[in-house]
């Protein structure tokens, strides 16, 4: 309860995958700073926690680097609905091609 993780709160795992490391990294940190953007935007009355760019605990799989953002926040519409969007805008970004995103909510790994 402490540390705010599941059952406490929910942990989004936003996994970029893509066959150049540094394009997956570049996407990682871009999408972070747009998270960060959009959290100060909503004026939430927490702040989600995101942890990352990290390596998925398997780096390489398929010729294919993983790396990993996770984020700490209740399981809300709002959320979701702005998880909707950061995977649209990262599928309509020509910078992103190359390198797909998954958004999964308390996975298991």
Partial sequence: KLRNCPPFEDLFTLAFSGERETAVLAACRKTKKQLEIAFERQGFQ???SILGPAPAPVVKLNNRY???LMILCENRKIM???FSGILTCFQKDE???GVSLFIDV???E
């Fill in 46 to 48: 927490f702040r989600p």
């Fill in 80 to 82: 979701r609905r702005l």
């Fill in 66 to 68: 993983r790396y990993r």
């Fill in 95 to 97: 910078e992103n091609r």
């Fill in 106 to 108: 308390n996975g298991i």
